[in-house]
């Protein structure tokens, strides 16, 4: 990767295979205006050997990559998750208000908002078990971006340190241990915009404190919404030395409140009932918070973490309108109370096999103490009925293993494999759905990565994934909503990952990778938070291709270009039934042109993204076929050494395109009670222009 030094020199430093499993992932895809800072003859080219028991570019896969937490801040974007899409494939779109989790889609997977893509932010987990809103819930609007460090993401099932919820893959954001300079940005924009945040870092002799506030305000472009977003965070961290690493501190709080704009259907903006911005339900939205407190130690020998979250979540929507109740509406509260513990540790070992392999070892716990999830009847945000209200406790434990074998100057071998134990018991105010529920599952990994040349490196991997199923739906026997018998699922569902790839770059000017990939997954259960029960859907298969492309042109211009093509299909036959996978986009393609005025890139600068998703498969027969999306991100940013501006122009073409795309039946007043199957989407924001104001102290 490209590290900026003191001397404003460059270095070009491999990590060892120790750092590369704590950041899971390799550097493939790092940023482009970290490698043109300064004029060429200004580049020094430093190879840094890390511990003399691994050899340079420990990486497993061509599905790997890391980016700079400088990069994620320059790119124009509508919302805090869109950082995922720093990701190659991945999208990110929203159904509802500001404030919940975002929806996500990668590789054939409509990731809803986390079912099968893991994420963690500095050694924490964000997915939540048995979560109100839905299996692997993954809200990332606590994170304040300007404190990232790093990004690093691993796509497949072939990485031994991750467990649940990583079909698709993962991601692990790394913050802040330091700052270059306290800093304030002031943003203001459109639709009520504003947004405050300060950076600081105090030193206490060899130790320091880094902290980080951010106030936003949000009204949205609805005709009748007013989202009133009120976000508010604050992160501070403390790391000092101790024995022969680092101990690092941190604690974090987030509150938010907002009003929903859900999706609607076609019919009611075609009538005229309705324009485009418009809302059936006026009175949907929800509150959110999350605090915790987390520990991690790093050397180089040992790594470990420990942590306490604290969060919440009421969520109000509604999106069959008069469907289930024409008198008082469909309106439903989602509710989630829970405290997570939770740690790891590793260490990394030599190998006596050949010189310079090496094994990592290590153990994860977690447990989610849920004092209340539920699902509620509501009028006016106001309850009048329960669907179903339980307490859960799930306990996991998990230990790993990642070896990496050099066979041979050029070939190399990494085998992994990790045991997982999860145990839940749910107290029910339906005591036939109370219960306990256990299960264990191994899974292995491998791959081969070969050195063709300097330039070229050919990988192939396999591997075992698994994500596990909400504790409720594993010891339900009643129906909540219709009283009926129903049996219940299994507690941990097992994937199956095959990829080949390649990755190309002389690390200096241009990277590309490249991979063929197939995903087998068992069964696509998962439990329906908006209906609260457990649909037992089918066995599944995708694969596809992926290809990113950077190219850094000069020290003035840089492009880059991502593009993904998947085939999801259930792997069995229904009657009455298709195999087209509901909710997956086939096809994204995201690409980018920066221009810099100065080759240090102080001036102007000028910014051009474009994002396309295919038009979604939204029922099983794939004979509804919505528009596809595109959107044009522009900015204008000028830079000097203590202050910049910057001018952000989201959906620059104005497009009325959709940001996603549901089928299913809804009842509008007068209406036949059995309702109309019909589109329903959350339109993409109309243009929208930001301008922030960064100075350094």
Do not use: C
């Amino acid at each position: 990767m490209v590290i900026k030094t003191d001397n404003g020199n460059h270095k070009v430093t491999t990590l060892t295979f120790a750092k590369t499993l704590t950041a899971s992932a390799i550097l493939l895809a790092t940023a482009p205006t970290l490698a043109l800072d300064d004029p060429e003859g200004d580049i020094e080219h430093i190879r840094v050997r890390g511990d003399s028991s691994v050899k340079d570019g420990e990486f497993i896969s061509a599905s790997q990559g890391w980016v700079s937490g400088d990069t994620m801040i320059d790119r124009p974007m509508l919302r805090a998750g869109e950082i995922l899409e720093f990701i190659p494939g991945m999208m990110v779109t929203q159904h509802s208000g500001s404030g919940k989790a975002n929806q996500y889609f990668l590789r054939g997977f409509n990731l809803d908002h986390g079912t099968d893509f893991t994420v963690s932010v500095d050694g924490m987990p964000v997915n939540m078990r048995s979560h109100g809103h839905g299996q692997g819930y993954s809200d990332l609007n606590f994170i304040i971006p300007e404190l990232i460090d790093s990004l690093s993401y691993f796509k497949g099932t072939y990485y031994a340190n991750i467990g649940d919820f990583s079909s698709a893959g993962g991601a692990i954001f790394n913050l802040r241990d330091s700052l270059e300079n306290n800093q304030v940005f002031l943003g203001l924009g459109e639709f009520g915009f504003k947004r405050a945040v300060a950076l600081n870092q105090f030193e206490t002799g060899e130790s320091r404190v880094v902290t980080a506030l951010e106030y936003q305000t949000y009204d949205g472009p609805w005709t009748d919404v007013d989202e009133d977003v009120k976000k508010k965070n604050a992160h501070i961290r403390y790391i000092t030395p101790m024995l022969d690493g680092q101990l690092t501190i941190t604690g974090m709080a987030y509150d938010n409140s907002w009003n929903g704009a859900d999706q609607v259907p076609e019919r009611a903006i075609q009538s005229g009932l309705i324009d485009r911005l418009g809302s059936i339900d006026t009175q949907v939205g929800g509150e959110s918070s999350r605090y915790s407190l987390s520990a991690n130690y790093a050397s180089d020998t040992w790594n470990a973490s420990i942590y306490a979250i604290d969060t919440e979540l009421s969520l109000f929507s509604n999106f069959t309108y008069f469907l289930d109740n024409p008198e008082r509406g469909d309106q439903f509260e989602q509710a989630d109370d829970r405290k997570i513990y939770g740690g790891e540790i590793f260490t990394t070992l030599p190998l006596a096999i050949t010189e310079g392999s090496s094994i990592t070892l290590g153990g994860q716990w977690r447990f989610d103490d849920i004092d209340n999830v539920g699902l509620y009847r509501t009028q006016n945000l106001t309850r009048f009925g329960t669907v179903r209200e339980d307490a859960v406790e799930s306990n996991s434990y998990a230990l790993f293993a990642q070896s990496n074998i050099f066979l041979n100057d050029r070939l190399s071998l990494s085998l992994g494999g990790r045991y997982d134990y999860l145990d839940v018991d749910v107290d029910s105010d339906l005591d036939a759905n109370s219960g306990s529920a256990d299960d264990g599952i191994f899974t292995l990994k491998a791959g081969l990565k070969y050195l063709l040349s300097e330039q070229l490196t050919a990988f192939a991997n396999i591997g075992q994934g698994y994500h596990s199923n909400d504790a409720r739906g594993a010891t339900i026997t009643v129906d909540p909503v219709s009283g009926d018998a129903t049996e219940p699922s299994p507690l941990l569902v097992k994937s199956l990952g095959y990829e080949a790839g390649v990755n190309f770059t002389d690390n200096r000017t241009y990277n590309v990778s490249a991979a063929l990939w197939r995903l087998e997954l068992d069964s696509e259960l998962v439990y329906v938070g908006d209906a609260g029960f457990t649909e037992a859907s089918r066995p599944s298969e995708r694969h596809g291709i992926e290809v990113s492309a950077y190219y850094w042109v000069n020290h003035h211009l840089t492009t880059d270009i991502e593009a993904a093509w998947t085939k999801a299909r259930f792997s069995d036959s229904v009657e009455g039934e298709g195999r087209h996978i509901d909710g997956t986009v086939p096809g994204v393609v995201s690409a980018g042109l920066t221009y810099f005025q100065n080759s240090n890139q102080l001036g102007f600068s000028y910014t051009l993204r474009g994002r396309y998703l295919s038009s979604r498969t939204v029922e099983s027969f794939d004979e509804v076929s919505p528009p596809s999306t595109f959107l044009m991100n522009a900015q204008v940013a000028y830079r000097q050494p203590m202050w910049d501006v910057t001018l952000e122009v989201l959906n620059a073409l104005d497009s009325d395109d959709h940001d996603i795309d549901y089928f299913y039946a809804s009842r509008l007043p007068g209406e036949p009670e059995d309702g109309i199957e019909d589109l329903h989407y959350h339109p993409v924001e109309p243009r929208n222009v930001r301008l922030t104001v960064s100075l350094k102290y």
